[in-house]
């Protein structure tokens, strides 16, 4: 499939290294993304397009086909409709395609499709909650982050009120205690895969070596090397640190929704 993977990594200034320790992947994956010797899925792109901070239309070349299918991708229809390639990971049984259920195709006026993920952030336990990730049959580990559906919120309160690109955006479901009271086990959080420097400190989505967790960082000042304050919000729950290249910071909390 033609792409501007390379292109795009190369005006960013990123290596192959960077680039594939932010999709959670090997140098080795993103390489044959690259040179086209593996297929780019809309998953792949969602996660490359996370990596590099862009949009993931920009990781196409001219491949009309590919660009369908990530506006299908978008509009909440591919995981039904087989849009999800099973080399995402190797070891992942495959699915028999069950009937799409009725959803819009177009969010409505005003209005754009956020995704939510099927992963969820872990805040109990100290927060060190594993999370399903599976080795893809390469040598490196796939995210289980099928989409599990699409929110669609008014695009002035997305971009205006809440600053966050809707393609950056993602919301997960977060489970256990830690953050009580400030976050409780089945809120869901948005994220905005754009903001990823805990300057200044927040809430962050973040893999931490031990799973997804979502939690209050903060850059520790004068720590050589860099280090990250990891803490909860509940007093229960003791905070840890890690090197900043220990953890893969997904992005910040912008927003969150609960039940009543």
């Given amino acids: 499939m033609e792409n501007r993977i390379k292109e795009i990594r190369t005006e960013k200034g990123m290596t192959l290294q960077q680039v594939a320790d932010k999709a959670g992947t090997t140098k080795a994956q993103v390489m044959k993304l690259e040179k086209g010797d593996r297929r780019l899925t809309d998953v792949w792109m969602v996660r490359l397009s996370i990596a590099m901070s862009c949009d993931p239309k920009e990781l196409l070349g001219t491949n009309r086909t590919a660009r369908q299918s990530l506006d299908a991708y978008n509009s909440g229809v591919s995981?039904?409709?087989?849009?999800?390639d099973e080399d995402v990971s190797?070891?992942?049984?495959?699915?028999?395609?069950?009937?799409a259920p009725a959803r819009p195709l177009a969010p409505a006026s005003g209005c754009e499709a956020v995704a939510e993920i099927a992963v969820r952030g872990g805040m109990g336990g100290g927060g060190e909650a594993g999370v399903s990730y599976s080795d893809d049959g390469q040598g490196g580990v796939a995210i289980a982050d099928d989409v599990k559906g699409n929110w669609f919120l008014p695009t002035d309160y997305l971009r205006s009120e809440l600053n966050v690109s809707p393609v950056a955006a993602r919301i997960i479901e977060v489970q256990g205690d830690s953050m009580t009271p400030?976050?409780?086990s089945g809120d869901r959080v948005?994220?905005?895969?754009?903001?990823?420097?805990?300057?200044?400190?927040?809430?962050?989505a973040l893999w931490d070596g031990f799973g997804v967790v979502v939690?209050?960082?903060?850059?520790?000042?004068?720590?050589?090397?860099?280090?990250?304050?990891?803490?909860?919000?509940n007093a229960n729950h003791n905070e840890?640190?890690?090197?900043?290249?220990?953890?893969?910071?997904?992005?910040?909390?912008?927003?969150y929704g609960r039940r009543m």
Avoid: H
């Avoid at 948005?190 to 962050?204: A, C, E």
């Avoid at 939690?215 to 919000?233: F, T, Y």
């Avoid at 840890?240 to 927003?255: L, S």
């Fill in 90 to 99: 190797a070891s992942k049984p495959a699915r028999t395609p069950s009937p």
């Fill in 240 to 255: 840890y640190q890690r090197t900043i290249e220990e953890v893969n910071i997904i992005g910040r909390v912008v927003w």
């Fill in 215 to 233: 939690k209050r960082l903060e850059l520790i000042p004068n720590s050589d090397p860099p280090l990250l304050r990891i803490s909860s919000d």
């Fill in 79 to 84: 995981e039904s409709s087989g849009g999800f």
């Fill in 182 to 184: 400030t976050l409780v």
């Fill in 190 to 204: 948005m994220i905005d895969t754009n903001d990823q420097r805990p300057t200044p400190p927040g809430i962050f």
